[in-house]
């Protein structure tokens, strides 16, 4: 005898609205519209004082809202400051890598790349006796011309990445690339869970509005009606929000710039950190590692995107292993 019982389904994973905050920690003369400019080495130590200070006064004000980010830290400073990136990831911070020196991965080859990813990723590991998974490019510098990178990072023992940008710029970006998590695939066939930054869909373009100059430049309610817009509008609905502790210090020696350089550099930094405390305390976020665990169970159907070509393929599956749980990636 039939039976007209359906036959059940396999439960489709849901996924909540995430939002992730998110510091790339360098000294000020590290930023990349700096690269020219020749600093001497008693202003290089007073940057790096300075970067630690204003470091721990965001680790304070984190602590204060009960917040949790994730931190992409250049390994020099693992080793130059190590007890800074041990107390971040004491106090239940993600540390990702973020290169050894900040050098744009278009100044590499292959084998540079996967050499001065293998040097960060240790020496992070070493200050926090803990596995490090994420990584994110200087400047976002993973576009169509370093696509390889992709292959690179797919065999550099990391789980994720946040280093392509979907918008239009200057210095980097792929404004075709999905606006939400992805799979970033590379010319050799290498994949990475990608996290994207936070854009902006008006008039069928990708405005950038995740951070650094953006989040300086506009007022708030341009941020937070963007976080929005990437919760109710993508799928699945993340948005990634990223800033520099140099951009909460407007007592630092400013830096030779070209007046459009200086103008992106320190445009609303007096006000950055009230900008913050207000998002902190009208917004829950989570760390990028914590998010990349639930991810995991979507990749089935999360887009594929050819990083060095145009094509995009709704389901597909990446290989890779399950990240650790939350509870074994940062062990004080």
Same mark, same amino acid.
């Given at each position: 005898?039939?039976?007209l019982?359906?036959e ?20 000020h ?13 008693a ?23 009960g917040?949790?980010?994730?931190f ?14 041990f ?19 278009? $100044?590499?080859d292959?084998? *540079?790349?996967? +050499?001065?990813? !293998?040097?960060?990723?240790? =020496?992070?590991e070493? %200050?926090? @006796? ?10 976002f ?10 292959d ?14 979907p918008? $239009?710029?200057?210095?980097? *970006?792929?404004? +075709?690339?999905? !606006?939400?998590?992805?799979? =970033?695939?590379?010319? %050799?066939? @290498?994949?990475?869970?990608e ?6 869909r ?33 799928t ?18 400013r ?53 060095g ?24």
């Amino acid at each position: 005898m039939l039976s007209l019982e359906a036959e059940p389904q396999p439960a489709v994973p849901t996924f909540a609205p995430s939002l992730i905050l998110s510091f790339d920690v360098e000294e000020h003369d590290r930023i990349e519209a700096a690269t020219a400019i020749t600093v001497p080495l008693a202003m290089k130590g007073h940057y790096a004082e300075r970067m630690e200070y204003v470091t721990r006064r965001l680790l304070d004000r984190l602590a204060h809202t009960g917040t949790q980010a994730t931190f992409y830290i250049v390994g020099e400073i693992a080793r130059s400051h190590p007890r800074l990136v041990f107390d971040i990831a004491y106090a239940g911070h993600e540390v990702g890598a973020h290169s050894w020196d900040h050098r744009r991965v278009n $100044r590499f080859d292959a084998k *540079g790349f996967a +050499d001065d990813l !293998r040097m960060t990723k240790d =020496a992070l590991e070493e %200050a926090t @006796g803990s596995a490090v998974f994420g990584f994110r490019a200087p400047t976002f510098s993973v576009t169509r011309e370093t696509a390889w990178a992709i292959d690179v990072l797919a065999k550099s023992g990391f789980t994720y990445d946040s280093s392509i940008y979907p918008v $239009r710029h200057d210095r980097y *970006g792929i404004p +075709d690339a999905p !606006r939400s998590p992805f799979v =970033a695939v590379g010319p %050799a066939g @290498g994949a990475m869970l990608e996290l994207p930054p936070v854009t902006y869909r008006m008039a069928g373009q990708n405005l950038p509005v995740a951070g650094g100059g953006y989040f300086r430049l506009f007022p708030l309610w341009v941020t937070k009606r963007s976080i929005q817009q990437m919760m109710t509008t993508t799928t699945p609905p993340v948005a990634m929000m990223y800033f520099h502790p140099w951009e909460f210090d407007p007592d630092q020696p400013r830096l030779p710039l070209r007046m459009l350089s200086k103008f992106r550099t320190y445009v609303g930094v007096g006000k950055s950190y009230a900008k913050l405390d207000n998002l902190l305390n009208t917004i829950v976020t989570r760390r990028a590692v914590d998010v990349v665990v639930e991810l995991q169970e979507l990749l089935d159907t999360l887009p594929r995107f050819e990083v060095g070509g145009t094509t995009t393929v709704l389901t597909a599956r990446v290989p890779r292993e399950r990240v650790a749980p939350q509870t074994e990636v940062l062990q004080g």
